[in-house]
């Protein structure tokens, strides 16, 4: 019931920045928590950043800690991801999630955007 569409995936070289982008629709009241994951070729899909949509407290993987910074727009429904000093190993596909409860499971995934860090 909560629909989620990313953007601002694209090529950046080392060291640089990206901003994305993740916009969420339906049932979006029901929304306790956003979160950003993401996925390289052959590699599982790992955790990056999550914030809790009332109080906006935000937890970070350690690899980008100080590097990202997860923030949200409740009059927009939006959760966005800066990503400043990105490294080749940030390469993957970005995916944004929600969960409804503070003990669910992510159960509502966009579709991905990818980010390749690369010279």
């Known amino acids: 019931q909560v629909q989620l569409v990313e953007s601002g995936g694209g090529l950046v070289l080392p060291g640089g920045s990206l901003r994305l982008s993740c916009a969420a629709s339906?049932?979006?009241?029901?929304?306790?928590?956003m979160g950003w994951f993401r996925q390289a070729p052959g590699k599982e899909r790992e955790f990056v950043a999550s914030?809790?949509?009332?109080?906006?407290?935000?937890v970070y993987a350690e690899s980008v800690k100080d590097r990202f910074t997860i923030s949200r727009d409740n009059a927009k429904n939006t959760v966005y991801l800066q990503m400043n000093g990105l490294k080749p190993e940030d390469t993957a596909v970005y995916y944004c999630?929600?969960?409804?409860?503070?003990?669910?499971?992510?159960?509502?995934w966009g579709q991905g955007t990818q980010v390749t860090v690369s010279s």
């Open positions: 914030i809790v949509w009332g109080a906006g407290r935000a």
């Open positions: 339906g049932r979006t009241f029901s929304i306790y928590s």
């Open positions: 999630a929600a969960k409804r409860t503070t003990f669910a499971d992510f159960g509502s």
